[in-house]
């Protein structure tokens, strides 16, 4: 690879931090794995029992892949300050669909996944095709691509031959994620984005330090810019009419990924606090990433490609024992996400597909055996889709597989929008738009080739509402009684008449709300 060797002069030190965190990693998976019992809400959803700071922490952890640490800085060297937006949006958008419309209804009706939310408000077919969409995607690009793009980071730094972390990483991960479930899953990530956010915190200080201080970082201001004109390949500000709209949707509210760890809340007030605390970090970290990129140029002026920026950082800027803590936050950020995407598929798996097609009455136990072994066989197609990557990177086909996304977001994001605002969407309407969504985006990609990828998104997903309106008006509605309960109303804007004491003062999910949305949109305006 042209990818420029760190000097292998890891010392004793490094070494050791990095053993360390290893090692705890593995012993609070396992601790948390024996706490378990062995029933399906125990195992998928940790038993009810996480509190706010675990729901918003975990989101965070699951978040944020090594290949996006190293991506968004390397975007924010070339472009500035405006590579946060891809980070922030979710604060604006996606988060903020979660708690004022979703949530209450996957809570109020105990929902472990998110297809069963279709199934409720359309049927079967809509189920089994969110299912298969996400699955598809989750063990490509959730746990295939984060793999491999985790492994060429790990060659850049260290000189680890590839197959040896993939195969590393993602047994290690795998071991303490089917053992114990979301449990172990949360107990992790809690642990892993501590180590990230230090490692983040050690690099920013260490850059700005070397560029001159927090003066060097203001001084950049003068050039941040949110908002690009129209005909910017990157980021159009008309990406904000469609296509961030429907992917941060899909990302944050309909997806299993993330949303799984709220339906685990102790109670919906946990829950709520949770996603708000999860906005707080979400507005916070981008900040960390991007922070030392603004002022790199500085130090180094002419990179050639910008993702090997941190590389650099790491090299030049870190001294002994920093550097093992830097391994450790890039080894957890793709730890993270991939525990998070496992313990995903395997519930959607179970719930969406074991106990409705194939044991219509397995009991607990069994359940959470087929969870296992469903884990086992995710991870094996997950390393073999990583492998795949590995041998056919310079295909323009696995550019493809990673805007997977892109493909088939807006056909769910229309799905979920539709079934819970407008009571006449009905389920050949809700079909329509998530089955037509992938055919729809290879026109446009083969039509309008220049056009920027987001800007095509936003007119899929314009066209989807579209179709789905339409083919609803021409087929049967579902009668109103069986909507009770999953048709947006003022209802979910609040906790329910009986939570409300859990509400007064301070704890006041909306006076926190108000606060972070206050702050983003300053910086929305003021750099506008």
């Known amino acids: 690879s042209n990818c420029k060797r760190m000097n292998p002069t890891l010392t004793t030190l490094d070494a050791v931090i990095f053993g360390i ?11 948390a794995s024996r706490k378990g019992r062995r029933t399906k809400r125990d195992y998928f959803l940790a038993g009810d029992k996480l509190p706010w700071w675990m729901i918003g922490g975990s989101i965070l952890a699951a978040n944020i892949s090594t290949h996006q640490i190293v991506g968004v800085m390397g975007v924010a060297y070339s472009r500035g300050f405006v590579a946060v937006v891809i980070e922030w949006g979710a604060v604006l958008i996606g988060f903020n669909a979660l708690l004022w419309i979703f949530l209450p209804f996957y809570l109020r009706n105990g929902f472990y996944t998110m297809p069963e939310f279709l199934q409720k408000r359309f049927g079967g077919a809509a189920r089994t095709t969110y299912s298969l969409l996400v699955l598809l995607t989750y063990i490509f690009v959730e746990i295939g691509a984060v793999l491999f793009l985790g492994a060429i980071s790990l060659h850049g730094l260290l000189g680890i031959s590839m197959m040896t972390s993939i195969l590393t990483i993602a047994i290690f991960t795998g071991i303490y994620t089917i053992a114990g479930g979301l449990r172990a899953v949360v107990w992790t990530e809690m642990l892993q984005i501590c180590v990230l956010v230090l490692g983040m915190v050690t690099l920013s200080f260490a850059t700005i330090n070397a560029a001159g201080g927090i003066s060097a970082l203001m001084k950049t201001s003068k050039d941040w810019e949110i908002f690009l004109p129209a005909s910017d390949p990157d980021f ?77 950082l790491v090299e030049h800027l870190l001294p002994s024992g920093l550097v093992g803590l830097i ?86 994001a229309t799905m979920f929008l539709m079934g819970i605002f407008w009571k006449r969407t009905t389920h050949a309407g809700a079909l329509a738009a998530g089955i037509l969504t992938i055919p729809m985006s290879f026109v446009m990609e083969f039509l309008f080739p220049q056009m920027p990828f987001l800007n095509r998104t936003g007119i899929v997903f314009w066209s989807c509402m579209a179709l789905c309106i339409v ?48 702050i983003v949109l300053y910086f929305y305006i003021r750099y506008a």
Request: aromatic content about 12%; glycine content about 6%; overall charge positive.
């Open 21 to 31: 965190y290893i090692l705890g990693v593995l012993l609070v998976g396992f601790y």
């Open 236 to 312: 159009p500000w008309t990406q904000y009419l469609g296509g961030i709209l429907c992917i941060s949707i899909f990302y944050c509210a309909t997806n299993q990924f993330i949303v799984q760890r709220t339906l685990a809340a102790r109670n919906e007030w946990h829950a709520r606090i949770g996603v708000i605390f999860a906005q707080y970090l979400k507005f916070l970290i981008p900040i960390l990433i991007i922070a030392p990129a603004l002022v790199a140029p500085k130090l180094f002026p002419n990179l050639e490609k910008p993702d090997l920026l941190f590389v650099n």
């Open 327 to 412: 391994m450790a936050a890039l080894v957890s950020a793709v730890m993270s996400h991939l525990s998070g995407a496992i313990n995903s598929s395997t519930t959607i798996l179970t719930m969406d597909v074991y106990l409705p097609y194939i044991r219509k009455h397995a009991t607990e136990t069994q359940s959470v055996r087929f969870g296992r072994r469903a884990g086992m066989a995710i991870i094996i197609l997950g390393i073999l889709s990583s492998v795949l990557l590995m041998y056919n990177s310079d295909k323009p086909v696995f550019l493809y597989m990673l805007n997977a996304y892109g493909l088939f977001t807006p056909g769910i």
């Open 471 to 518: 083919v609803s008006l021409l087929t049967k509605p579902k009668p109103e009684a069986e909507l009770k309960e999953l048709i947006w109303n003022k209802e979910s804007l609040s906790l329910l008449p009986g939570q409300r004491e859990q509400q007064r003062g301070l704890r006041n999910p909306f006076i926190w709300w108000a606060i972070i949305t206050v």
